[in-house]
């Protein structure tokens, strides 16, 4: 059964950083493409980052380029997201995705950390 | 970036109703689109890719169609659980987008 458990959200002040992490189980991590994506309390979804197989292309929303960073583990089974730089329209519920096959949709998500961003 | 645009925003009917779902993108996006169901505190759920390929495990009261810019979700009769948020989503172009949702309530 695949799963997907993201860790490492919580209150942070603006300018701030957190990282979280995402623990996947019940696939051949190395194998999958993965991503961020996000979602601000009452509102849709937004993508923030992805990262392919071997970490060779990573690819960054506008809004999060030069601020975040995607890295991911294949050893570990990891996939993390560094945030610096931290606003208060960051303020979501982050969740990790795997894409279906070599496809960019999502086929499997966890169930998300909420990043705060308030003084 | 490639916007899309869900329609309508809010869908009220009973169980057992036809829903038809609406998502328009503003440039083609050819068979590159997804639906997505997400129930209230729930990650999303992959319904439909390719436009009109349903996922595992999906019920085959849903169904896809369209192509290039107009795109439908059709749930041919609403179960209780059906009652949600769902959310069309292109990978035709960086960066990936998601439309607004149509939430579909219980009337």
């Known amino acids: 059964e695949v799963q997907l458990v993201e860790s490492g959200g919580g209150l942070v002040e603006p300018g701030g950083s957190l990282r979280l992490s995402c623990a996947a189980s019940?696939?051949?991590?190395?194998?999958?493409?993965m991503n961020w994506v996000r979602q601000a309390p009452g509102k849709g979804l937004e993508w923030v980052s992805s990262?392919?197989?071997?970490?060779?292309?990573?690819l960054y929303a506008d809004s999060v380029k030069g601020r975040f960073t995607i890295s991911r583990d294949n050893a570990g089974n990891s996939l993390y997201l560094q945030m610096n730089s931290l606003r208060a329209d960051d303020t979501a519920l982050y969740y990790c995705?795997?894409?279906?096959?070599?496809?960019?949709?999502?086929?499997?998500w966890g169930q998300g950390t909420l990043v705060t961003v308030s003084s | 970036e490639i916007v899309l645009t869900q329609s309508p925003a809010t869908l009220s009917l009973s169980p057992g109703e036809r829903a038809t779902l609406s998502c328009r993108t503003s440039?083609?996006?050819?068979?590159?689109l997804a639906w997505y169901q997400q129930r209230p505190g729930q990650a999303p759920r992959l319904l439909i890719y390719?436009?009109?390929n349903t996922a595992t495990g999906i019920p085959a009261r849903f169904s896809g169609s369209g192509s290039g810019t107009d795109f439908t979700l059709t749930i041919s009769s609403l179960e209780p659980e059906d009652f949600a948020v769902y959310y069309c989503?292109?990978?035709?172009?960086?960066?990936?987008?998601f439309g607004g949702g149509t939430k579909v309530e219980i009337k």
């Open positions: 989503q292109q990978r035709r172009n960086w960066p990936l987008t």
């Open positions: 019940g696939f051949t991590f190395s194998n999958y493409n």
């Open positions: 440039q083609s996006v050819s068979n590159y």
């Open positions: 390719d436009a009109s």
């Open positions: 995705a795997k894409v279906r096959n070599s496809a960019w949709d999502f086929d499997y």
């Open positions: 990262i392919t197989d071997s970490s060779r292309s990573i």
